[in-house]
T-cell receptor
C-alpha cells in the first residue's frame, strides 16, 4: 500500500516568516494530495489540495507544490500568523475514497 | 450547509464492552470514511462506505465494523473493547464518485478503562 512520510514533525517560526512542510509518497498511482489543519479538540480541516495534473496551487497565504517525478509535495505558508499554529497533515489518495496520511507536523508561530 | 456531525463526542467504556459511534455526513455526500487517530499511530484508515456498501477496508481486526444507512448516515461498532482502542475516532464525508474532497467531523473521543 501507499506510504506517506512527513517532515518535520515539529516546526517553530517567528510571526511573519514562512513555513514549509514536506511529504513524500511511495505509490506512483496516487493522484490527489490534500493538506489538513487540525486544531486542538477539533477534526482535521481541509485547507488546500492538489491533483497530479497540476504542479502548484495557491490560495492566499497557502500554496502547495507537487513533484510527480520525485514523488514529493510541499505545503508553503507565507506571512505566518499565530492562528496558523496547529498540527498539519498531508495525505495521498489514488481513488479519492481511501486516504493515507502523514504523521503530522506541529507548527508553532511565535508572536 | 451543516458540517459532518459525530455523536457522542466523548465516551468512556470498560474493557470487554462494545461501543457504537454515529456519523452524519454533509448533506448530499454519499461516501463516509472512518479513521482512528492516536498519538503513536497518527491517522489510520478503518473503512469507507458508499451507497450502503463497504468499498474499502483498512488493516484493523474484525472487532471493528461499520455500516451505512440509506440516508448516508453511518455507524461504527467496536466489540470486545481493549485498552489500546482508546483513541479519537474521526468520520469524514465526501461526495463520492469523482468528488475527492473529504471533510472531517469533530471526532468521538473514546476512552477504554
Amino acid at each position: 500500500g501507499e506510504n506517506v512520510e512527513q517532515h518535520p514533525s515539529t516546526l517553530s517560526v517567528q510571526e511573519g516568516d514562512s513555513a514549509v512542510i514536506k511529504c513524500t509518497y511511495s505509490d506512483s498511482a496516487s493522484n490527489y494530495f490534500p493538506w489538513y489543519k487540525q486544531e486542538l479538540g477539533k477534526g482535521p480541516q481541509l485547507i488546500i489540495d492538489i491533483r497530479s495534473n497540476v504542479g502548484e496551487k495557491k490560495d492566499q497565504r497557502i500554496a502547495v507544490t507537487l513533484n510527480k517525478t520525485a514523488k514529493h509535495f510541499s505545503l508553503h505558508i507565507t506571512e505566518t500568523q499565530p492562528e496558523d499554529s496547529a498540527v498539519y497533515f498531508c495525505a495521498a489518495s489514488e481513488t479519492g475514497n481511501q486516504f493515507y496520511f502523514g504523521t503530522g507536523t506541529s507548527l508553532t508561530v511565535i508572536p | 450547509k451543516a458540517g459532518v456531525t459525530q455523536t457522542p463526542r466523548y465516551l468512556i467504556k470498560t474493557r470487554g464492552q462494545q461501543v457504537t459511534l454515529s456519523c452524519s455526513p454533509i448533506s448530499g455526500h454519499r461516501s463516509v470514511s472512518w479513521y482512528q487517530q492516536t498519538p503513536g499511530q497518527g491517522l489510520q484508515f478503518l473503512f469507507e462506505y458508499f451507497s450502503e456498501t463497504q468499498r474499502n477496508k483498512g488493516n484493523f481486526p474484525g472487532r471493528f465494523s461499520g455500516r451505512q444507512f440509506s440516508n448516508s448516515r453511518s455507524e461504527m461498532n467496536v466489540s470486545t473493547l481493549e485498552l489500546g482502542d482508546s483513541a479519537l475516532y474521526l468520520c469524514a464525508s465526501s461526495l463520492g464518485g469523482n468528488g475527492y474532497e473529504q471533510y472531517f467531523g469533530p471526532g468521538t473521543r473514546l476512552t477504554v478503562t
